[in-house]
């Protein structure tokens, strides 16, 4: 396989939320997070948040809570939270060639296609999977690394 550059994992934020400020990995509390934080660390892979609220968030930076969901958005503002999220990402990681997206339609309605018409290869693993079909899709792939392999990001192994 040819190399494609730095690929960075992007994880869609959720609704649960802890109450007080906590650093972005430790803020979202649901068991699909806490699965998805496992798997992505176990790539060793860069990863960040997509957050409704903060946009492409740094899991190490330390924010505060919020009630804000992308779906209750406008379009024209989802629009410009998407390309806030390009533009930062861009910023942080120049040299991205493939972005491996764990995230729902919302999240992806607007970095795939411009991502993909910059160029960048863009994977959905879990796409069309529901949520008890996406936490085996991770707990496969956790539970793998913890067997000695190192899970490996999803599509990447074509």
């Known amino acids: 396989m040819r190399d494609q550059g730095e690929t960075v994992i992007l994880v869609s934020c959720v609704k649960e ?29 860069p990863w960040r948040i997509l957050s409704a609220r903060y946009g492409l968030l740094d899991p190490a930076k330390t924010v505060r809570p919020y009630d804000r969901l992308l779906e209750a958005l406008s379009r024209a503002e989802r629009r410009a939270w998407a390309d806030g999220v390009l533009t930062a990402l861009q910023t942080e990681f120049p040299d991205v060639r493939t972005v491996e997206l764990l995230a729902g339609e919302r999240y992806r309605e607007f970095l795939q296609p411009d991502l993909e018409a910059r160029g960048v290869v863009v994977r959905v693993p879990m796409a069309g999977l529901r949520i008890g079909e996406q936490m085996a899709w991770l707990d496969e792939r956790v539970r793998g690394a913890e067997d000695g392999g190192q899970p490996a990001p999803g599509d990447l192994l074509d």
């Open 17 to 45: 939320k802890r109450a007080t400020r906590a650093l972005g990995k430790d803020l979202y509390v649901s068991p699909w997070f806490r699965k998805a934080r496992a798997y992505v660390e176990g790539t060793g892979r």
